[in-house]
């Protein structure tokens, strides 16, 4: 199935008698939902851009890299850094917007500005009874039932169909370097990174990958180069200067996990404590790319270690398998968030029908 109208969408749920995989591009699907498919690929259009209130809304089945065009044209973009996972995930077809909130799909500068659910002001869907529900509003000025607007984004389909997103969008900056910190082992390495978030510098990206460490500034040019001469002070090490386009590439590269394409093995990703990042990845012996000063780790392993990884993350924070098969994907939720989630569905999706099973 693939409605072109909401309200094709509202009767093809009404109408359902058995579980409904929802998609959009299905590039970046993880889990074990099944049923009919019903994408939402056919809902296409910028229903409302306005530049100068920071401001878009977008129908939900619309490609990101349509998106993406309409705002580069007026020297804006989504804050959040879209990443690609056609690469990690081996696959093919268009990333839309919609599947992009669902996934709450956020890159590197989430350590500055937050994450997709941030960037949200409104939404339009469609629950599992086939009910249009909307909520929050299509400018800053009006984002009523703002926690709702949240609440959809990261449920991954399971309270409804996503129909409408609303943005905050972001001016693109005069200016990107980024410092690339060599001669470090991990744990100095991430150090540097934390010394460099908890500086007054304004830092949008803090990563690490194959043995170095990187460090993005954005703004104005005078602004971009006073911040990386201190933060050159600050984090010490072997530092080189990578700017505009290479700058642009290496943080692509950190978004997209590229690190681990056409490379075997199960890929995780691990959100912990930024000072536990460095022994909780050697712990697990696997190849590692730091994100978020450590925060989050994407991590490359054999297959079937999914008990070793939840036990070294255990009381640490949590890890889902975003690649690989066999056990959970999604870490287990304690009792108390279980009962709250399952009253949720239970409330939005009353007979269970929207990506069933996918999150336990």
């Given at each position: 199935?693939?409605?072109t109208t909401?309200a ?5 749920i ?13 590039t970046r699907t993880?889990g074990q ?5 019903l994408?939402t690929g ?16 977008v129908?939900a ?5 349509e ?9 804006q973009?989504?804050a959040?850094?879209v990443?690609?996972?056609?690469g ?8 839309t ?20 659910r941030?960037?949200l ?10 009910t ?8 800053m000025?009006n ?11 990261g449920?991954?389909?399971t ?10 969008v ?16 991990d744990?100095a ?8 978030l ?12 194959s ?10 040019a ?7 001469d201190?933060?050159?002070?600050l984090?010490?090490?072997d530092?080189?200067?990578a700017?505009?386009?290479v ?5 692509r ?8 394409h ?7 990703r691990?959100?912990?404590?930024p ?12 190849e ?12 490359r ?5 999914g ?18 098969d066999?056990?959970p ?7 108390e968030v ?23």
């Open positions: 199935m693939r409605p909401e094709d969408l509202a009767e093809a009404a109408a359902a008698t058995a579980p409904l995989l929802v998609r959009g591009g299905g993880i939902a099944v049923g009919d498919v994408e056919g809902l296409t259009g910028v229903a409302l851009y306005e530049p100068g209130a920071l401001t878009l809304v129908r089945g619309t490609p990101v890299a998106v993406e065009r309409v705002l580069a044209a007026d020297r973009r989504l959040f850094e990443p690609d996972l056609r990690l995930l081996g696959r093919e077809g268009v990333s917007i919609g599947g992009v909130v669902a996934a709450n799909a956020s890159g590197p500068r989430r350590v500055q500005v937050g994450a997709a941030d960037a002001l409104g939404v339009r869907f469609v629950d599992g009874s086939g249009v529900i909307k909520n929050g509003g299509r400018v000025k984002v009523t039932g703002y926690d709702l607007v949240k609440l959809l984004a449920s991954r389909g309270l409804g169909v996503l129909t409408e997103v609303s943005f905050k972001q001016a693109l900056p005069e200016a990107e370097a980024t410092l690339v910190i060599g001669g470090l082992g744990e390495g991430l150090a540097a990174l934390r010394r460099a908890g500086s007054p510098f304004d830092i949008s990206g803090a990563a690490r990958q043995g170095q460490s990187l460090i993005r500034v954005e703004g104005m005078g602004s971009v180069a006073y911040r990386l201190r933060l050159r002070a984090v010490g090490g530092v080189e200067v700017e505009a386009a700058s642009a590439a290496l943080w590269d950190v978004r997209d996990v590229a690190l681990f056409d490379k075997p093995g199960e890929v995780w691990i959100v912990t404590l000072t536990a990042a460095a022994e909780l990845a050697g712990r697990l012996a696997g590692a790319l730091w994100d978020c000063g450590g925060g989050l780790i994407w991590l392993l054999d297959h079937g270690r008990a070793e990884v939840a036990a070294a993350v255990a009381g640490r924070g949590h890890a889902t398998r975003v690649r690989g066999g056990g994907v999604f870490p287990p939720e304690a009792p279980a009962l709250l989630a399952a009253g949720l569905r239970a409330k939005f999706d009353p007979r269970g029908i929207l990506n069933a099973g996918l999150m336990g």
